[in-house]
């Protein structure tokens, strides 16, 4: 009798903890939206009511009117294959070089010590500090988007690389070495996969970084893009298509968060980060 009570209270558990499980990843979209909603209902509201002039921020409602406007239009669509030109190709290339020094930098206690001074000492300098020297050098070509998205994407994916690739769990590297396992075999199979999860972060973290230097380029420098469109339109007073190609750059912001984040899950579903995500 016991036993069977004890079962039912156990099943009666499981029954309420069910709900609660499923319950659990709709709140976090519920969340997202409705918090949208909430600032979007702000903007309206405070450029409605004239506490700000709707010279200075036009309504939500005419913004998006006028980024809908943009969308039908081909030179929109040209500005934004321009911005993502240049931030695919900066980041493609920070990817290339981070990864690869990252690995090396980490799997050798003395080439992190001898690098590490010079990291330190480049990886703070503000990327859009460059853009003078890309005048007098590269000058307003691609090269420079690509250059100054390039050097922004690096340090964080190189500095991420470098953690991953040291992060290994010392029991198991011991245990590899007993075992009679090479220095190249114990990367390739030991510190690599446990490296993943640091690249993959790195790797969205710089996604974010590149697009803003692109942008940054763009806007700077009179280059083809989102950026340009937007200096235009700050040139000559036309606050409501600044503010719409604005709002299309952070459109594409969010786009790439979420593509970097669907790769991640897919990259690490074997990863207990997501495993708990997922239940």
Do not use: C
């Not at 709707?54 to 998006?64: G, I, N, R, V």
């Not at 900066?90 to 050798?108: E, K, Q, R, Y």
């Not at 235009?232 to 298509?241: H, K, R, T, W």
């Amino acid at each position: 009798m016991a036993t069977g009570e004890l079962d039912v209270a156990t099943s009666g558990a499981a029954a309420l903890a069910a709900p609660e499980q499923r319950r659990v990843p709709l709140v976090e979209p519920l969340v997202v939206a409705l918090s949208i909603v909430a600032a979007l209902a702000f903007w309206e509201l405070i450029s409605r009511t004239g506490v700000i002039s709707e010279k200075d921020l036009p309504a939500m409602s005419t913004t998006f009117r006028e980024l809908w406007s943009l969308v039908q239009t081909s030179h929109f669509w040209y500005a934004l294959g321009d911005t993502v030109r240049g931030w695919a190709l900066g980041l493609g290339i920070a990817t290339v070089l981070a990864v690869p020094i990252g690995i090396l930098l980490g799997s050798s206690d003395f080439a992190t010590s001898a690098f590490r001074i010079p990291v330190e000492l480049l990886r703070p300098i503000p990327s859009a500090a460059l853009i003078p020297v890309l005048f007098l050098t590269l000058g307003t070509t691609l090269k420079s988007e690509v250059f100054l998205a390039s050097f922004g994407a690096f340090w964080p994916l190189l500095v991420q690389t470098m953690y991953g690739v040291r992060d290994v769990d010392p029991v198991a590297l011991e245990t590899a070495r007993s075992f009679g396992v090479g220095r190249f075999e114990r990367l390739y199979r030991i510190k690599l996969p446990s490296a993943v999860p640091y690249i993959v972060t790195g790797l969205r973290i710089s996604s974010t970084v590149a697009l803003i230097l692109a942008f940054t380029a763009e806007l700077f420098m009179g280059l083809p893009g989102l950026g340009q469109e937007v200096n235009y339109a700050s040139s000559f007073g036309l606050e409501v298509p600044l503010y719409a190609y604005a709002l299309a750059t952070g459109f594409l912001g969010v786009a790439i968060h979420f593509a970097f984040a669907a790769l991640e899950r897919r990259v690490l579903r074997w990863h207990p980060s997501q495993r708990l995500r997922s239940s």
